[in-house]
DNA sequence: TTGACATATACCGATATGGGTATATTATTT
DNA sequence: AAATAATATACCCATATCGGTATATGTCAA
């Protein structure tokens, strides 16, 4: 086996960049995909491919008008990333990390126990 | 160019699920190579592999002691994502996606404007 | 020193990827 | 119907991946 498929996942779908680029965009309202294009500065089959990804797993939805299709952002398939991540949220505080170098110093001296203090 | 390297982001690191099991064991504390063996139920080289992976984006941290090497969790490098993703977070919202369709329906009626209802 | 334990690495195979370029598909206008 | 615009897809390539198995490295014990 290779790595998981892009589309296995929102985790495996947003890791690339460009693919979270776009999201940005579409964050800020429905597009086509020549105005990604423009915005993004990638080449046109590009953008049709990472839209591609996003739609199967659920991140875009897709509309037609008239020749344009238009994408819109579905951030559904985010929550579990957000889910996953936010109960790390505690390990960057300062206090926390704070309180690690604390366990550190202590766990330190337990391991030099009985040696003496060079 | 292929997919990028799993080292290169705490984004890429972590799309892997394997890898998000070994930071949740370690989230409960210092671990040996070992223990996490038994606790994944992984191969013990698969669960070297990730660990490299996990210490080249910095999401943990090694110490030696005696013959094992006990890992841990550094949680630093997934903040990004958090920062990322929690904008996307009212997305999901029931409140917004019920205003969501609201626009939906004003664009549809303002689509269908002047024609007759068929 | 020899042996046992703990961990890391090397090697192999199959596979999906992202980028590039060309082309197919579909819709619109004239 | 023909030309044009908007988008999707088909190919090709190079590459890093994960899984598996074997082995190297390192540390402690007897």
Redesign the pocket.
Known sequence: ???????TDAFNAVA?S?RRQILDVLAGGER???DLVRLLGL????V??H???LREVGLVD?RDE????MYRLNGRPLRPIHEWVKNYERSWNERFEALDEVLDELKREEDSDGEPHA
Do not use: C, D, I
């Open positions: 086996m290779a790595r998981a498929a892009t589309t690339e460009r086509a995909v020549n080449p046109q089959p590009q049709s491919k839209l591609r990804v897709v008239g020749r344009h299709r």
